[in-house]
């Protein structure tokens, strides 16, 4: 099985708002969750099943999804947004698939 | 809330087989209907989802790992464990345990441990 495709980077100044891209996802369910990973450290689920955001994680994100792509957007960059961020996805049968990852850069 | 640590072995002869616990603390392995995952992340590159384990010991594995991958469940211990076997220097990673609270959606990771094949 091939992973998802994410651009492996990304970058915004402070402030603006950049969207991370997720291709290859299932278009039969919409089990798409997004991690982001500092250096250093485990991942932290930022949205899952493609829109939800857990408590906790700031409005500044969001998610979304159209067929076979989802997509994570963060507004308002902050510098602590820097970091790597992983999709995942849903394929059926008790499988699931990472992105390949997106380095994101905060100018 | 719930915690995790994994254990194990940081250093694993090439052939040999590689086995990690994973022990939850702050919560009972089998209350809610969650899934018990483990993921890796090779030196420098992305996540790999290896697979995961209901309470009930029903397992589901990556098909890329399958064929060398075994998750086990102890409720007695709160513990789940990962055995891959075979390993070669390409299983050299950081290993990650975490709790699927649904399709992926792992909300609660162990720190990682990492482990090299030499």
């Known amino acids: 099985q091939s992973a998802l495709t994410q651009p492996p980077s990304a970058s915004g100044s402070p402030g603006q708002s950049v969207t991370i891209s997720c291709t290859g996802t299932s278009s039969d369910y919409n089990h798409v969750s997004w991690y982001q990973q500092h250096p250093g450290k485990a991942p932290k689920l930022m949205i899952y099943?493609?829109?939800t955001r857990p408590s906790g994680v700031p409005d500044r994100f969001s998610g979304s999804k159209s067929g076979n792509t989802a997509s994570l957007t963060v507004s308002g960059l902050q510098a602590e947004d820097e970091a790597d961020y992983y999709c995942i996805s849903y394929e059926g049968n008790n499988n699931l698939v990472f992105g390949g990852g997106t380095k994101l850069t905060v100018l | 809330q719930v915690q995790l640590q994994e254990s194990g072995p940081g250093l694993v002869q090439p052939s040999q087989t590689l086995s990690l616990t994973c022990t939850v603390s702050g919560g009972s392995i089998t209350s809610g209907n969650y899934y018990w995952s483990w993921i890796r992340q090779h030196p420098g590159k992305g996540l790999e989802w290896i697979g995961y384990i209901y309470h009930s010991g029903s397992a589901y594995y990556s098909p890329s790992l399958q064929s060398r991958v075994v998750i086990s469940v102890d409720t007695s211990k709160n513990q789940f464990s990962l055995r891959l076997s075979s390993v070669t220097a390409a299983d050299t990673a950081v290993y990650y345990c975490a709790k699927d609270k649904f399709r992926g959606a792992m909300d609660v990771w162990g720190q990682g441990t990492t482990v090299t094949v030499s």
């Open positions: 099943d493609a829109i």
